[in-house]
């Protein structure tokens, strides 16, 4: 199993001085610790589930361009880009020179967009989820399309391009992996079946991560894709600490490395490949060293694999 992290606050002591500074730190010390990915929320607006929408919140793309620079090895993405942000052409550009910029380590993640708050906050279209899901579908089209550098006009209902050209071409070969967000159980895994190489579940216990890939391996079965193919990715929540116990002031309790270990056998087990974790203490360097034993640990979990 890999294990990735997920920085999803920036309102750290002195911000925004030290947002530059501790954001470079958290991305050294998971690179440094063997994780395998560092993932950022593509939100303009701080989300609620996190703290009030007046907390620090830096655009995705500059924050992982930024940690590009600091790192050699991690691979880096948004979880996930909202379809609404962004012209998808000009979307896979963006990940396109991320991915070039940084030696092949570029993810597309990308969901369909929920938080219209900041939608209306910042003037951006929020359409209703029957036209996001359908501006999602043509968005992983139009991905697909470009970077098999399939230059031809593309037109779809909302999106038309005359020459969807992409020079330079991403370095990750066919492309850099494609990640939709999202459990919704008719129409985005539906998607992941389609056109994705992984899919993202929050964490519902074992029991509800393992209903949506009895749903995703039903859509497979449905289009002739090869479940076993795609990456099953699930985004949860951990604070280490040597003890355990302790209550940290997002009002969750630490686990040992032994009780994270186990939870992530349990994930394995289901078929997940890669678990995504936000840590309340991610910008403490002590840390590390027992995340560097968690991913020693979990280095061999193998996720089960379909029949």
Known sequence: MRIGLQVPYFSWPDAPQSIGPTFGRIARNAEQAG??????????????????PELDMVEGYTALAFAAGQTSTIELGTLVTGVTYRHPALLIKTVTALDVLSGGRAWLGIGAAWNEEEHRGLGVPYPPVSERFERLEETLQIAHRMWEGDESPYTGKHFQLERPLNVPQALR???????VGGGGE???LRL???YADACNIFDLGRAGVKA?????????ADLGRDYDEIEKTVLTRVSLSGTGGEKMPSGERTQTVDQFVERLGRLA?????????????????DVYPL?????RQVRDLAPARAG
């Open 192 to 194: 992941v079946a389609q």
């Open 35 to 52: 994780m395998s990915s560092l993932w950022v929320m593509d939100h303009f607006f701080q989300i609620s589930m996190i703290g009030p």
């Open 291 to 295: 995340v560097a034993e968690v991913v």
């Open 269 to 285: 087990e289901i078929g997940t490949g890669t678990t995504i974790v936000g840590m309340s203490n991610d910008s403490d360097d």
């Open 212 to 220: 949506k890939y009895d749903v995703l391996r039903r859509h497979c």
């Open 186 to 188: 008719r129409k985005t």
């Open 173 to 179: 070969r066919p492309h850099p992996p494609i990640l």
